[in-house]
Structure formats: C-alpha cells, structure tokens
C-alpha cells in the first residue's frame, strides 16, 4: 500500500465486465477484499472457482480477493464502498435495486460513461434521483484514460476522481492509486461525465476514418475538431473547459480514438467498412456505449442549441441510413468558419 492510503477495506463492485473486472483486480491487488456482483450465476461461480472472467478477460487470472455473487444484496450488505460498473441503460435499474440495502455512509462511486437515453440525463443525475440525499451528495465518478486489458496487466495508467465532495475524491484516490495505477482528483463533477461519455462519439468517428482508409491528418482533425464541440456543449451545461484538457477529456480520447481495444473504435471501424449498425453490435457482443451517446447527445445539442456537426453527421450514419463516406463529404464541405478557443467556448459563432 502506499504511504497515507486507508487501511484495508472490504469494498462492492457492482458490474462484471471487463472494466468492473479490471478495478476489482485494481482494488484487490491493493490488498482489499472484494465482492464482485455479476449478473450471471454460473459466471460467478466461474471466477470463484478458476478465478477467470473468460468472456471479458479473457486468459487474465484474476487475484484471489477477489469474491464473486449473483445476489445483490450479499454484496452491498454492510460495505462503506461501492463501486459501480454497470452499462447506462442499466443504471437506474440497477440503483432501484441497490438503495434499500446500501449503508446511510456508503461511499459510492461509478465508473460508467454515458447518458440516460429517455431523460438525457449523466450517469450521476440518475444515480442521485434512487440513492438518498446524504449518499449523492458524495457521489464521486472514475473516468479517464484506462482500458481494461492494460489495467489487469499493471501497465502504467492515470485516471481522474471527480466530485462535489473533497473528503470522497480523497478517499477514492486512497483506495485505488498504486505505483501502476494514478489516480488524480477533480472537483469538477459535470465536466469528467460529459468529457468521458463524449469522448466516444468521437472515437466512433476515428474508427470509421480508420476503416474508410484515411489516414492520421483526417483523425486528427476529427479529434482536435471533436474536442471543440464536446467543450462547447459541456460548458453550455455547467463544466469547466480545463476540464476537456485533461484526463477525463483529451487524455481519454487519445486512447480511445487510437486503440484496438477501443469497443468504440472498433464499432467505428466497421461502420467504415460498410457494415450495418445491428449487424456490428450482434458482432460485438458487448455494449458499445457511444452508439447511445450519440442518440442522448444528439438531443441535448438540439435542446441547448448547440453547433455539434460531427455529432450531427454521426447520428445520421448510425440512425438515418447515411453512408459514413456521405458523411465525411458533409463535414468537409461546410462552409468557411474560424477555429474557436478551446478555453472560451461560449465565444464561437455558429459554423
């Protein structure tokens, strides 16, 4: 353990995915013992018995702290820390289940990347709305550059805790941060969420560059352009623009936008190639978080009327039968506008 970390604890991660998979082990490798809520009976018992979470890590063992249930309740039962790792389509769900059985001291804190589809609401918002007044007011959020398949290997990543409360992005820092895993603190809660979802509209958009065969100057625009935008709508909604300059922002979308183990870019990727959306997600077989966030943020655009043109040309690949190679024309041929600040995104006019 590191010197001023908390002692060893017993801590719930609520999601068995590769992520959730991955900072059990992080939490476990620290030295606290983890409860592992997986949706799957006989996948816990795979991981209790072989200690292997085969279909999302696959070949990974996995520390022996490391304790999994299908019961809700045996896992949040009497824990002061709960982590949740679960898709945003299932979180609301998920919170309805979990706030009879959470402690009144509970720290909680997610680690999930996108929006509520039906309300367009952060993942904190909706998690504030089941939980009681005194646990959201400690909620605090894990975003950042980090996929999954690097973390259960210890190589070297950075991430960021966000929150209202001090004492709560402290304690998260304390828990998770090891000599392979740095954790920094943020009191912007609003900007890590919005950064760490819109990050992969934009990582679809690489992907697709990436499989129509353009090269480096075409992601490059698309990122640099795609950081302006997802700048623009945060700070409409409340964050602060330093925010999309670091972890949670431009550090979460050079990995995403750059790496095959980007579920994003490989969903992107696809599309380029000119496969058909349902045809790419039944081959992924995993959630694929930007296609939703597309669809959430596409409407908060048009609600707080906001210039999103690669979130615009997006949506209409994914959901109105646009071809991605349209689409790349569309983008390239708007007319002629100045590069906006990315510190003062309230300055630009309409492109």
Not at 246 to 260: F, P
Not at 311 to 335: C, D, N, P, W
Request: some cysteine; aromatic content about 4%; hydrophobic content about 45%.
């Amino acid at each position: 353990m590191l010197e001023g970390a908390l002692l060893i604890q017993k801590v719930a991660v609520i999601g068995a995915g590769s992520w959730g998979t991955a900072l059990a082990s992080v939490l476990a490798m620290n030295g606290h013992q983890v409860i592992l809520w997986v949706r799957n009976p006989q996948t816990a018992e795979e991981i209790n018995n072989t200690h292997r979470n085969e279909k999302y890590l696959p070949e990974i063992t996995l520390p022996e702290n490391i304790v999994a249930t299908s019961d809700i309740q045996e896992a949040v039962a009497g824990m002061r820390i709960v982590l949740l790792a679960v898709p945003s389509h299932s979180m609301r769900d998920m919170c309805k289940k979990l706030a009879a059985h959470l402690e009144p001291d509970v720290l909680l804190l997610h680690a999930t990347k996108g929006f509520e589809l039906e309300s367009l609401k952060r993942m904190s918002e909706v998690i504030s709305e089941e939980v009681s007044p005194g646990i959201a007011a400690r909620l605090a959020v894990l975003t950042g550059p980090s996929h999954a398949e690097e973390v259960v290997l210890q190589q070297p990543t950075t991430v960021v805790v966000a929150s209202a409360s001090e004492e709560s992005m402290l304690r998260a820092q304390d828990l998770l941060m090891n000599p392979n895993f740095r954790v920094y603190t943020n009191p912007d809660l609003v900007g890590a969420e919005i950064a760490g979802a819109l990050k992969n509209i934009i990582a679809l958009g690489a992907g697709m560059s990436d499989g129509l065969g353009y090269g480096d100057n075409a992601k490059a625009a698309l990122m640099t352009r795609g950081l302006a935008e997802i700048s623009r709508l945060g700070s409409k909604l409340g964050a602060m623009p330093l925010t999309f300059l670091g972890l949670a922002g431009v550090g979460d979308m050079i990995a995403t936008c750059t790496s095959k183990h980007s579920r994003n870019w490989r969903a992107g990727y696809m599309l380029g190639q000119g496969n058909k959306l349902e045809d790419v997600l039944e081959q992924m077989g995993m959630v694929v978080e930007g296609v939703r966030t597309t669809h959430a943020t596409h409407a908060l655009a048009q609600r707080e009327q906001v210039e999103m043109p690669i979130t615009s040309v997006l949506y209409g690949i994914l959901f109105e039968g646009k071809t991605a190679k349209q689409g790349v024309e569309e983008l390239m041929g708007r007319g002629k506008t100045y590069e906006m600040g990315l510190l003062n995104p309230d300055a630009d006019r309409p492109e």
